[in-house]
């Protein structure tokens, strides 16, 4: 038997935007309060929303449709020269998946190293146990830390959520003094891999966001899909043009107070 959930959505006031200084932003939230199903997550991922720690949110500017919902059918994924490269680079590495709840001192000390020396200018900056709770292990039960090891060091981390048509790529981090790795991309291509052998389709990356250049590297995972502001998903073999963005940006649909999922 289904049932319907009717969900409170709430708008921010405009505010500085993280992803472009010089534009203003509002975020649209769902009710705090909801709890949260492992059912509707997937649906909400599915109509373009994010999680950050226990709030979920989509972008909902009035002047700007630059954030869009990006997410990779791994099906039909390829690794290209360079990212086959990256897998033979870490063929070294070891996999484990534990319960973001779960996290360890180490966990901590690995992110907090890597703020500290990549995100300096970032919104997390500067890092604390306090913000590293609330951010990554709070917020949705099927949250977890697809953990990277170098023998008995580790040297990455992948926090994802697990939807019932694929992951969703919550945050990850990983050890600074091994840049030349590529493990930013090389946990991308991990977790494509992992779904590959699970039989789910999707892999959600985020937004993103053509004018921000640190978003840029999500369009080399190709083909991928863009949620559009007209609510729908569509499929790219490569990033769009100037004239292709337009054109998916264009068609809006005016932000819903309620809407409904279904689930079992």
Same mark, same amino acid.
């Given at each position: 038997?289904?049932?319907?959930?009717?969900?409170?959505?709430?708008?921010?006031?405009?505010?500085?935007?993280?992803?472009?200084?010089?534009?203003?932003?509002?975020?649209?939230?769902?009710?705090?309060?909801?709890?949260?199903?492992?059912?509707?997550?997937?649906?909400?991922?599915?109509?373009?929303?994010?999680?950050?720690?226990?709030?979920?949110?989509?972008?909902?500017?009035?002047?700007?449709?630059?954030?869009?919902?990006?997410?990779?059918?791994?099906?039909?994924?390829?690794?290209?020269?360079?990212?086959?490269?990256?897998?033979?680079?870490?063929?070294?590495?070891?996999?484990?998946?534990?319960?973001?709840?779960?996290?360890?001192?180490?966990?901590?000390?690995?992110?907090?190293?890597?703020?500290?020396?990549?995100?300096? =200018?970032? =919104?997390?900056?500067?890092?604390?146990? =306090?913000?590293?709770?609330?951010?990554?292990?709070?917020g949705f039960e099927q949250s977890f830390f697809m953990e990277?090891?170098?023998?008995?060091?580790?040297v990455g981390v992948a926090v994802i959520d697990v939807l019932?048509?694929?992951?969703?790529?919550?945050?990850?981090?990983?050890?600074?003094?091994?840049?030349?790795?590529?493990?930013?991309?090389?946990?991308?291509?991990?977790?494509?891999?992992?779904?590959?052998?699970?039989?789910?389709?999707?892999?959600?990356?985020?937004?993103?966001?053509? =004018?921000?250049?640190?978003?840029?590297?999500?369009?080399?995972?190709?083909?991928?899909?863009?949620?559009?502001?007209?609510?729908?998903?569509?499929?790219?073999?490569?990033?769009?043009?100037?004239?292709?963005?337009?054109?998916?940006?264009?068609?809006?649909?005016?932000?819903?107070?309620?809407?409904?999922?279904?689930?079992?």
């Amino acid at each position: 038997m289904s049932k319907q959930t009717d969900i409170g959505l709430f708008i921010t006031p405009p505010h500085p935007c993280s992803y472009l200084p010089e534009k203003s932003a509002r975020m649209l939230f769902v009710d705090p309060s909801l709890t949260v199903s492992g059912g509707l997550m997937s649906e909400l991922s599915r109509q373009g929303y994010r999680r950050s720690g226990n709030y979920l949110y989509r972008p909902e500017c009035k002047h700007c449709a630059q954030c869009l919902s990006l997410r990779i059918p791994v099906d039909e994924f390829k690794p290209g020269r360079t990212q086959r490269k990256i897998i033979n680079k870490n063929a070294d590495l070891t996999q484990r998946l534990v319960p973001s709840s779960k996290a360890r001192a180490a966990h901590y000390r690995l992110y907090e190293r890597y703020i500290n020396q990549r995100h300096v =200018d970032g =919104d997390m900056y500067p890092p604390s146990q =306090d913000q590293f709770a609330k951010f990554l292990m709070h917020g949705f039960e099927q949250s977890f830390f697809m953990e990277f090891w170098l023998s008995s060091q580790l040297v990455g981390v992948a926090v994802i959520d697990v939807l019932d048509d694929g992951l969703s790529a919550v945050y990850s981090f990983y050890d600074p003094a091994l840049n030349s790795r590529s493990l930013g991309t090389y946990m991308i291509l991990a977790q494509i891999n992992w779904l590959t052998r699970i039989k789910k389709t999707h892999l959600y990356l985020g937004y993103w966001v053509p =004018d921000a250049p640190k978003m840029r590297y999500k369009s080399r995972f190709t083909p991928f899909e863009l949620f559009s502001p007209g609510g729908d998903w569509q499929r790219f073999e490569q990033a769009p043009t100037t004239a292709q963005f337009h054109q998916i940006t264009q068609r809006r649909s005016e932000p819903q107070v309620f809407f409904s999922s279904t689930e079992s």
